[in-house]
């Protein structure tokens, strides 16, 4: 049953079935891939749930930290009104280029709007501008940063926003104390602080799929 075949079957199955692509969201990773970007996007099936969870919460802005090609950007920013915004913020500005581009040609670059530079600087100055409340944050950037990025989005969102973590499990590396891995220490003390926050509750989920062996974490921001 641990078979990554099989996982491949399902993932591909349940997204046909549920989370079919349109030509943007195709246009999208073909251009991620002609541009020589990693191939480290979300699924389908998995921007479907980012959609849902949007919608669930009556999403009318969103934050984003981690761009890439922009395929989950497309896949949130339709979760929102028209006179909706979503934030997307990335390291690499070739990443940016292409993500405008994608962005643009499914006619969300009204929406959605994609900043440059590490995340950590361009934050602070999001923060100056004195943004409404992010209804709904998606951390999926360097780990290693994980527990500054959830600092962040508690100061830029309000009571009944949902901060999504993204890729927890790290092969299941998560679990072990001693790692020297910058990515598990980050995700680890990301997670202690979820755990131990007094303004957050949450959890976390393992999954299986055509990206292997991860899974994410959910945080609800209270009062």
Avoid: C
């Avoid at 999208?28 to 191939?39: C, I, K, N, V």
């Amino acid at each position: 049953m641990s078979d990554p075949q099989l996982w491949d079957e399902v993932d591909s199955y349940f997204s046909t079935l549920l989370s079919p692509e349109d030509e943007a969201l195709q246009a999208t990773q073909r251009d991620s891939d002609s541009e020589g970007l990693p191939h480290i996007n979300v699924t389908p099936n998995q921007g479907k749930l980012l959609q849902l969870l949007a919608r669930l919460q009556g999403a009318r802005t969103v934050l984003e930290i981690g761009t890439l090609g922009g395929y989950s950007t497309i896949w949130l920013a339709r979760a929102l009104p028209e006179d909706g915004l979503l934030i997307t913020l990335e390291y690499d500005a070739h990443h940016a280029d292409v993500a405008r581009r994608n962005i643009a040609y499914a006619g969300l670059d009204r929406i959605a709007e994609v900043r440059v530079g590490p995340a950590l600087e361009s934050l602070p100055k999001l923060a100056d501008e004195n943004p409404p409340p992010f209804d709904l944050v998606f951390i999926d950037a360097d780990k290693a940063n994980n527990p500054h990025y959830v600092e962040w989005a508690l100061r830029l969102t309000r009571a009944g926003s949902l901060i999504i973590l993204d890729n927890v499990v790290r092969g299941g590396e998560v679990t072990d104390p001693s790692s020297t891995d910058p990515s598990v220490r980050g995700t680890r003390a990301a997670l202690e602080l979820i755990a131990g926050h007094p303004r957050l509750e949450g959890t976390a989920i393992q999954t299986v799929g055509s990206k292997g062996y991860d899974g994410f974490a959910l945080a609800r921001v209270l009062a």
